[in-house]
T-cell receptor, first 109, second 113 residues
Framework: GQQLNQSPQSMFIQEGEDVSMNCTSS?????WLWYKQEPGEGPVLLIA?????ELTSNGRLTAQFGITRKDSFLNISASIPSDVGIYFC?????????FGGGTRLMVKP | DGGITQSPKYLFRKEGQNVTLSCEQN?????MYWYRQDPGQGLRLIYY???????QKGDIAEGYSVSREKKESFPLTVTSAQKNPTAFYLC????????????FGDGTRLSIL
């Protein structure tokens, strides 16, 4: 099955910096989802995007559904140590999700 | 509290042995899913079920089997035919509506002895 192209694969940043990651696909999706996974746990939903062009915020997180419906980005502003984890994008068609390979975020205090 | 419960947290399998991973949800969700996660990779779909007594193969179903006899339960059996079973297994559920995101359990880590 197809996987989405998610970049960067990893980021090591200083606390307080802003973070940006994105996903691209050759296919169109009806919904884009962003999840965060911490070690030994399941992914937790951060943001869901349902319309092309939609820009949605959840605290310090902002995500956008690309106009072409083939991409999405996630921004984290003013990062803090508890932002550490792996962030996954997922595109949905019907009830099926296709996942990106993840972005591992490390934050230096 | 409503949620998805996976058990056990850690599981060890001997060569040639079948093992079953449990997934239970009390969210009244119609759809349930099983994913496999390998280190440094995203999630790959093994099996999914959109309604009781029905399930479909995902991208990597070979060596696995499932059942969906009850709405709240979707156990996954890793059979001896699965030659590389060591991975982190995640169960998810959703209402089944196209606008409904999937929510995940905390996973089961399976290792070979």
């Amino acid at each position: 099955g197809q996987q989405l192209n998610q970049s960067p694969q990893s980021m090591f940043i200083q606390e307080g910096e802003d973070v940006s990651m994105n996903c691209t696909s050759s296919s169109i999706f009806n919904t884009w989802l962003w999840y965060k996974q911490e070690p030994g746990e399941g992914p937790v939903l951060l943001i869901a995007l349902y319309k092309a062009g939609e820009l949605t915020s959840n605290g310090r997180l902002t995500a956008q559904f690309g106009i072409t419906r083939k991409d999405s980005f996630l921004n984290i502003s003013a990062s803090i140590p508890s932002d550490v984890g792996i962030y996954f994008c997922a595109g949905r068609k019907g009830n099926m999700l296709t996942f990106g390979g993840g972005t591992r975020l490390m934050v230096k205090p | 509290d409503g949620g998805i419960t996976q058990s056990p947290k850690y599981l060890f399998r001997k060569e040639g042995q079948n093992v079953t991973l449990s997934c239970e949800q009390n969210l009244n969700h119609d759809a349930m899913y099983w994913y496999r996660q390998d280190p440094g990779q995203g999630l790959r779909l093994i099996y999914y079920s959109q309604i009781v007594n029905d399930f479909q193969k995902g991208d990597i179903a070979e060596g696995y089997s499932v059942s969906r006899e009850k709405k709240e339960s979707f156990p996954l059996t890793v059979t001896s035919a699965q030659k590389n079973p060591t991975a982190f297994y995640l169960c998810a559920s959703s209402t089944g509506l196209t606008s409904s995101p999937q929510h995940f359990g905390d996973g089961t880590r399976l290792s070979i002895l």
